[in-house]
């Protein structure tokens, strides 16, 4: 791996053994390097190809908007995150991440602030995440002095997912945060409850929904003992109340076998068993 320019001690634009161009960042990745020379492996933390020229020009454009400075807070929350979490995120955080900490440093510049109406969804769908998330915000405001409100740990939250799920386009990471809120707004209705993030069975029902709303994007199901339906019919009616939603507002059509599944785990949450 062949040092192309050094962006600053710690990124670099590289060339790789099969001539393909990347970004690397790591703690003195590009100190005192100059163009040609060999990229020391092991420092290297996170690596983003650039696929062929459309990848550069949107890495030259990306710069254009953010600087050095905002792709090393990426950079550091990523891998504290990493480490919290307990599992690898893609490597497109890295840019998109960068791109989302550029934008949100210029509203704070400029007084604006925003939230997102999907806020209290994402905090009882990715707990863990969002946890996270705060205490990232905190760093980011003691290291930029902006006053940067806790909001903005919704967003954080998102790219996270999106990046550990293994998908490139954050709108479908949305979509399918909407599809997990709409799913519980047919739970509380139909058992007239509210369900708490700490709560056990909650939090493993949403680890489901989670799943259960990939592999319908995917088109994979599962299979399971009919006899769910019988042990368990007033699960069975909400989980059949979902899979009319999903097959009106997505036109999913959710397999019994995954129907039946809800149901156990609703029956679950409900504490009927």
């Known amino acids: 791996m062949r040092l192309i320019k050094a962006l600053n001690n710690n990124v670099a634009l590289v060339q790789d053994e099969k001539g393909q161009e990347a970004v690397v960042m790591g703690k003195g990745v590009a100190f005192n390097g100059k163009p040609g020379d060999p990229v020391r492996e092991a420092l290297i933390e996170k690596y983003f190809v650039l696929d062929g020229d459309r990848g550069k020009r949107d890495f030259d454009s990306l710069l254009k908007r953010i600087t050095v400075d905002d792709m090393e807070l990426a950079s550091s929350i990523i891998r504290e995150g990493e480490e919290e979490l307990g599992y690898r995120c893609s490597d497109s955080i890295l840019l998109t991440l960068s791109d989302h900490l550029g934008m949100m440093l210029e509203r704070m510049k400029e ?3 925003f939230g997102t109406p999907l806020e209290w969804d994402i905090r009882l769908i990715y707990p863990k995440e969002y946890q ?13 002095g902006y006053q940067i409100p806790d909001q903005e740990a919704a967003f954080l939250v998102l790219h996270f997912i999106n990046a550990h799920s293994g998908g490139n386009d954050m709108r479908e990471t949305v979509m399918c945060t909407k599809i997990i809120q709409n799913i519980l707004n047919i739970c509380k209705l139909y058992y007239g409850r509210e369900f708490q993030e700490d ?4 939090s493993r029902f949403i680890t489901h929904v989670r799943y259960f709303v990939r592999r319908q994007i995917k088109g994979e199901h599962l299979k399971i003992d009919a006899a769910i339906a ?3 019919p007033e699960d069975y009616k909400c989980a059949m109340k979902i899979a009319r939603f999903l097959r009106q507002m997505y036109q999913w059509e959710v397999s019994q076998g995954e129907i039946l599944y809800l149901t156990l785990h609703l029956n679950r949450m409900s504490g009927k068993e």
């Open 230 to 232: 019988e042990k368990c």
């Open 199 to 202: 709560d056990f069975d909650v």
């Open 111 to 113: 007084g604006i602030f």
């Open 132 to 144: 996270f998330a705060r205490k990232a915000v905190a760093g980011l405001r003691e290291k930029t």
